[in-house]
Nanobody
Framework: VQLQASGGGFMQAGDSLRLSCAAS????????MGWFRQAPGKERDFVAG????????TYADSVKGRFTISRDNAKNTVYLQMNSLKPEDTAVYYC???????????????WGQGTQVTVSS
């Protein structure tokens, strides 16, 4: 499975932005996908996850109510709609996929290249 993330940019606090992650290759084997982010000098953190078939989702507390993860099976694409952006959302955002497992926060096997999101105050 190959993942291509896109949609990052330079935003103002309060803006909205949608990230996309297009999957290719063995897309039929995808069981779950997620978004993670890594701010400068920090570890990579879980942001949101979704089960590919059931659409079950989960979110980090820091983004609940502001971010929404969704997927389009026909396009093999997962999205991260980010509203009410804050400067602390500044990070490189990565999408990830796994072929098994139910935990949406851990154990991803495939990773995209990352897309930069910068939010100024």
């Amino acid at each position: 499975v190959q993942l291509q993330a896109s949609g990052g940019g330079f935003m103002q606090a309060g803006d909205s932005l949608r990230l996309s992650c297009a999957a290719s290759g063995r897309t039929f084997s995808i069981w779950r996908m997620g978004w993670f982010r890594q701010a400068p000098g920090k570890e990579r953190d879980f942001v949101a996850g979704i089960r590919w078939h059931s659409r079950t989702t989960t979110y980090a507390d820091s983004v609940k109510g502001r971010f929404t993860i969704s997927r389009d099976n026909a396009k093999n694409t997962v999205y991260l709609q980010m509203n009410s952006l804050k400067p602390e959302d500044t990070a490189v955002y990565y999408c990830a996929a796994a072929e098994e497992g139910d935990d949406l926060e851990y154990g991803y096997h495939y990773w995209g290249q990352g897309t930069q999101v910068t939010v100024s105050s």
